[in-house]
């Protein structure tokens, strides 16, 4: 199955079920009855008491009963359907997290799937081996092959896109070129870190592909030319391959670094991806702070921070316009030579979720400005209609919204009125399956794609475990 392989426009009917995976979800034909759509408890891909402790607490804290359902439903959906693997390799826990519907792991979505529980894994010593079974595996994966963006869960079984024109090997299920693949597994191991305590996440293994990050971020800075990378893929979407033989659009080499990939999957339109090399900043950022306090390393930490310091410098000069009406804004795509992109994607990183991932302080002048322009009809990816508004992307098309991109704003938002839109907005979108989805029509929220997405699943649990830590009352 092709990733995001949803016709976008089937209608879903209103009476029946929708497939999830190894369940089969009910609903209703005007009201749902909020019965739970998880799996039975033998059914469970992955049971954690911690996780259904705080689930239990949280929903008696919501008095709106359709959240509370939808809650209950979305937070533990990675946990309960996408642990694919969970057990040990060389003598080290070692989990797969699949994406939901496709059955394979991006290094991506596996670390935002899992990233919600973080806070519980203390609680929970078996939710604990799964993180570090997770960050174990992803730096494995890394090691296959630095410029995959997504691994199948047998490390020697083909995949489907072999015919891809690129260097395609055993293990990888697809070979886009996407900077935050890199950084997400960093994010990951020093959450963790920060988390617990636990040190022995970081081991030689993990080193050397710490060693690769720097060295395949710095191959793609392109000082010294295309590099080893190229991609090319038969096919009748655009977005799937890349111009000039594979090697993307051209750059001007500045010391910003290429992603030939946006997190979407899609190919970049001009190369420097600006929120994903911010996104890099902050991942070596943490790797310096893992590299001196853990690993005493200091040709790491040297290594680290030298690129930081340079990608810093880059973004500083070019990801930076002036555009007429929301004053000082960032791109979202610049290429070195003066052109850029004016316009934000739902998937994450994206300009709207840069202080969800440290990269900006969320009152910065300058992204409250860039905010402005990402939710509003100037950004020629924000779509406003009938069933309600958010940003969606060039991934399925025009006039689809991506809960993601309505979830992120609220997780962003300081302001409550703008946080109550967002719910509400995820309320009557949810088509009464009472789980998100991957997008839907801006004038028909029945028609979706993707019913069975992790990510946005335990996303819009994450939202609501932050709202009831920060601003419980929105909740009450």
Same mark, same amino acid.
């Given at each position: 199955m092709r990733r995001r392989d949803f016709l976008k426009n089937t209608s879903v009917a209103f009476v029946g079920t929708v497939a999830l995976g190894n369940l089969n979800v009910a609903y209703g034909s005007s009201q749902a009855t909020f019965l739970s759509k998880r799996p039975k408890k033998e059914d469970r891909k992955f049971r954690s008491e911690a996780v259904d402790k705080l689930i239990a607490k949280v929903k008696k804290q919501i008095n709106d009963p359709e959240l509370a359902w939808m809650f209950e439903n979305c937070y533990p959906n990675t946990l309960d359907t996408t642990v694919e693997v969970f057990g040990e390799r060389d003598g080290k826990p070692d989990t797969v997290i699949i994406t939901g519907d496709i059955p394979a792991m991006w290094l991506r979505d596996?670390?935002?799937? %899992?990233? !919600?529980?973080? !806070?519980? %894994?203390?609680?929970? %010593? +078996?939710? +604990?081996?799964? %993180?570090?079974?997770?960050?174990?595996?992803?730096?494995?994966?890394?090691l296959i092959d630095p410029y995959a963006n997504a691994f199948e869960v047998d490390p020697t079984k083909a995949s489907m896109w072999g015919s891809d024109f690129t260097t395609m090997k055993p293990g990888l299920h697809e070979r886009k070129w996407e900077i935050d693949s890199l950084c997400y597994p960093i994010r990951l191991a020093y959450g963790y870190w920060k988390e617990t305590g636990d040190r022995s996440v970081f081991d030689d293994e993990w080193k050397s592909a710490m060693q690769t990050v720097i060295k395949t971020f710095r191959e793609q800075q392109r000082k010294d030319g295309v590099g080893p990378y190229s991609f090319m893929r038969k096919t009748q979407k655009q977005e799937d391959t890349l111009p000039n033989w594979g090697a993307g659009a051209p750059i001007k080499p500045v010391g910003l670094i290429v992603s030939s990939f946006r997190p979407s999957d899609d190919a970049t339109l001009f190369p420097f991806l600006i929120p994903s090399n911010y996104f890099a900043v902050t991942s070596l950022k943490q790797l310096e702070e893992i590299a001196q306090e853990v690993l005493s390393d200091k040709e790491l930490l040297g290594a680290a921070k030298s690129l930081r310091e340079e990608v810093e410098v880059a973004l500083g000069q070019y990801a930076r316009v002036n555009h007429a009406k929301y004053g000082e804004v960032l791109a979202y795509e610049v290429d070195g030579f003066g052109n850029r992109v004016l316009m934000d994607d739902a998937n994450v990183p994206n300009l709207l979720a840069l202080p969800y991932l440290d990269s900006i302080d969320v009152k910065d002048l300058l992204y409250q400005q860039t905010r402005q322009l990402v939710l509003s009809e100037d950004n020629p990816y924000f779509f406003r209609g009938k069933a309600g508004e958010g940003v969606g992307g060039p991934h399925v098309g025009l006039d689809y919204i991506w809960p993601m991109s309505i979830i992120m704003r609220g997780m962003t938002s300081i302001d409550d009125n703008e946080i109550r839109k967002c719910l509400q907005l995820l309320k009557t979108t949810h088509a009464d399956t009472g789980f998100m989805h991957e997008s839907f029509h801006k004038d028909d929220a029945s028609k979706f794609t993707r019913s069975w997405f992790a990510w946005a699943n335990t996303l819009f649990g994450e939202l609501i475990l932050k709202i009831h830590k920060e601003r419980s009352y929105l909740l009450s």
């Open positions: 596996s670390t935002a799937q %899992v990233w !919600p529980y973080l !806070p519980l %894994v203390n609680q929970d %010593v +078996k939710l +604990k081996r799964l %993180v570090r079974g997770l960050i174990h595996r992803q730096s494995y994966c890394i």
